[in-house]
């Protein structure tokens, strides 16, 4: 069997070695919504074409080829990569695969991957699957379904060119390699249309079967059930740029006393470093999706974690805050910055034992400094330190 055009990357090893195998989709244009290259599906219900989902795929199949290509423990084997943008295909190039023409993230583009993803992850049942879709997806209750870029080709159909997530996700149940791991960077607003059309919410991809095997499989959501996801127009979005940030230390633990980056700490620094990415937009809330909690490993790092303190003051209505400042424990070597009542000092740290400071001073000129001692790792730091 030939290999499909959507795959990018593949390593010479043996079929059966362990590593990791990844598939990578950006949807950007939607050839039947407004602004699309043919004719327009007219029950669209708002959507429209997307800039940010081909930055964010390329965005993230770069990160993944940095991160495991020379991972001695898993690396990565395989990886399909699909966008769909406006114009011309997408090119790709890496220091570690050579210079590709992406292809479209059609439908039977999307179905042949997922299948070459399963057969190749089917070979070791110690493979780690690695799965991320950005672009658009509607939701029905627990139902979730994610357009393939020629979505409503067929007026009468819409939904033949889209994932049934919900049954892709159960379906992978059947791959021997039950550590996966699901990043879903897309929308999850109300669909009229997926509600009234219940006899098909997309296809399945991988036919499940009964009983689905138990799978250790989390899947992480940009947006909470009726929710947008954040794009960021013509760049990576904002869970595209968190993703990578959330793996330099604020989803490490200790395990047996080795640090690794496991999925029971990833939800949060998600969720942190997502905020920080949007700390432009300070009406901006934002909080993963996801569901089956289930940890597991997804990469053993080295080094120390990078801690992400966000750190600030709480003036009271008689003073202003002039100073903030860190030092490491027994150091004597005092960082500080001058700020204003509302701003927020994004310092990343090592872990260790720091005194926190805040400099206040009143109408009058009379200061006050308030301190906070407190040890510094990626299991104990809070959204935010405020001292007041």
Not at 23 to 38: E, K, M, T
Not at 200 to 214: A, E, N, R
Not at 364 to 384: D, I
């Amino acid at each position: 069997m030939s290999d499909p055009a959507s795959l990018i990357f593949k390593d010479n090893r043996p079929a059966d070695a362990v590593g990791v195998h990844a598939v990578v989709i950006g949807v950007g244009h939607y050839a039947h919504l407004p602004g699309g290259s043919s004719h327009r599906f007219a029950d669209h219900e708002g959507m429209v074409q997307l800039s940010s989902p081909p930055r964010s795929a390329e965005h993230i199949a770069k990160w993944l080829l940095d991160t495991y290509h020379d991972d001695q423990s898993m690396p990565l084997r395989s990886m399909h990569m699909l966008v769909s943008k406006k114009g011309a295909a997408q090119k790709f190039h890496h220091k570690h695969c050579p210079e590709s023409e992406i292809a479209s993230a059609t439908l039977g583009n999307i179905k042949k991957a997922a299948r070459d993803w399963f057969r190749r992850s089917d070979e070791n049942a110690q493979n780690l699957l690695l799965f991320y879709f950005c672009g658009h997806g509607i939701s029905a209750g627990m139902q979730h379904t994610l357009l393939s870029t020629d979505f409503g080709e067929d007026t009468l159909a819409p939904f033949e060119n889209a994932v049934n997530f919900t049954d892709f996700h159960l379906g992978m149940g059947r791959c021997k390699a039950q550590s996966q791991v699901y990043f879903v960077d897309a929308c999850r607003s109300i669909s009229k249309n997926l509600i009234e059309q219940s006899a098909s919410f997309g296809d399945s991809l991988i036919p499940g079967v009964t009983p689905i095997v138990q799978k250790t499989a989390p899947v992480f959501l940009s947006a909470q059930p009726g929710e947008k996801a954040m794009g960021l127009p013509r760049e990576p979005s904002a869970f595209a740029q968190a993703l990578p940030l959330a793996f330099k230390g604020g989803a490490w633990d200790k395990v047996d006393g080795e640090w690794v980056v496991c999925t029971s700490m990833l939800r949060r620094a998600l969720e942190r470093q997502t905020r920080r990415v949007m700390r432009a937009f300070p009406n901006f809330n934002f909080e993963v999706g996801g569901y089956a909690d289930a940890t597991i490993t997804i990469k053993r790092p080295e080094g120390e974690p990078v801690v992400p303190v966000d750190l600030g003051g709480r003036p009271d209505t008689d003073h202003n805050l002039l100073e903030l400042a860190y030092e490491p424990d027994g150091t004597n070597a005092q960082v500080i910055k001058e700020v204003n009542n509302d701003e927020v000092w994004l310092i990343d740290l090592t872990e260790g034992d720091y005194e926190f400071s805040a400099k206040f001073q009143n109408a009058a000129g009379q200061q006050k400094v308030v301190t906070l001692r407190k040890f510094v790792s990626p299991q104990n730091v809070s959204e935010r330190l405020r001292l007041s």
